[in-house]
């Protein structure tokens, strides 16, 4: 088998890759090591910025999204009850959607039937400094595909980074003492806006995923098991972390789904290695506090997308030679923002009283700087490319 780019993970970058390309006639086939259903069953990102809704319109597969998706003029921080709303249109101009990252995969995955290859196991990256070719087994049977270029989209697992020789790369990472505990829950969102709150018990966040379901977190500690957060443990500790107010407002009810995801902040440099590309979460991973993950993913492969397309287009190899320095200046603006955010608003353990009067002198700034609610509003909606 041929084609012109092998794309390893059927996540939104691997998809939202695939989808350009097709767009652009350039062929190309992903393979992901799940199925379909357990792709869309993985419940993760909520928040899209202006820039990754543009890319779905552009990309073809915006017309749910705008039918269902939530605009949002801005969102809320709480610091021990104190509420700051940031409001991203006055300040910026710029807004955010919420929309779920299952929706954008279901939405990407329906434009594009065929040509992905799910449950490919033992996926293995061949020659990228020659001549590229990637082998996997199906029912049993080992498969090879030749292939001009390789796009790891496998995230933070996956095979393609891993592939790359240690002397090659280079990593650099935060692994943060906490995790999130996230429950979803079939009742509508406590408040219209996100909130983002710190307390003393540890950092809480009230999102949503439409006017009928909900998304909810807490931070844990780094031994937290789901198993020990039964529902009630969860919906007591959540209210207990927010003002009275939104405490009392809140309608609970037995989860569809709860898991913890431990925070780190992750880059590796640089993204490209002979003919294989990293992008998404293969290359960097952001805590999810700036909501930067999915968007950063979308981006990163707008840019290799706009490279690719101009090689086969124009014989031309220059966008693809600065695809590595073009993403990663925005990957790492995108790292700052989000270790920033987890910075104010999480219990550090080991930081003591000093840093609890470091967040609340930063919270107290925030509150009476314009500038620096500017800075907040214009990083949190994205940044341009
Ligand atoms: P994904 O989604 O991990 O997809 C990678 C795919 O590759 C497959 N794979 C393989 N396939 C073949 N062979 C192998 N050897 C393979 N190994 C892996 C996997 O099965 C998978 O299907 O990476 P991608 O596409 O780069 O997308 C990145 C995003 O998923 C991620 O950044 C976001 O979910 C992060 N994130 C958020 N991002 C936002 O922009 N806004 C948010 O509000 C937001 N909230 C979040 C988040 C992530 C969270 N968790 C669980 C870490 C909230 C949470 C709790
Ligand atoms: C989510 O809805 O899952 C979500 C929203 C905002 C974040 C992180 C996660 O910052």
Redesign the pocket.
Known sequence: MRTQVAI????????MLGRLLDLAGVDNLI????SAD??LG???????EQGAVDLMDRAQVGQRLHAEGLVHDGTVLSFDGDDLRIDFTRLVGRQVTVYG?TEVTRDLMEARPDRTIYE?ED?DLHDFDGSPWVSWVKDGVTHRLDCDFIAG???????SRASVPAAAIKTFERIYPFG?L?LLVDRPPVSQELIYARHQRGFALC?QRSLTRSRY?VQVGTDDKVEDWSDDRFWDELRRRLNEETAAAMQTGPSIEK?I?QLRSFVAEPLRFGRLFL????AH??P?TG???????MSDVDMLAEALIGFYRDGTSTGLDGYSARALTRIWKAERFSWWMTGLLHDFPDDGDFGRRMQRAEFDYLAGSLAAQQSLAENYTGLPQ
């Open positions: 390893i993970g059927a996540g939104p970058a691997g998809l393979l992901e090591r799940k357990y792709v993985r419940i993760r990102a909520g928040v899209l990252q490919a996926v989209c496998d995230g933070y697992h996956g095979v999130w996230g999102s977190y898991s995801a992008a998404g979460d293969a991973i952001v999810p909501a930067k993950g999915l968007n950063l993913a």
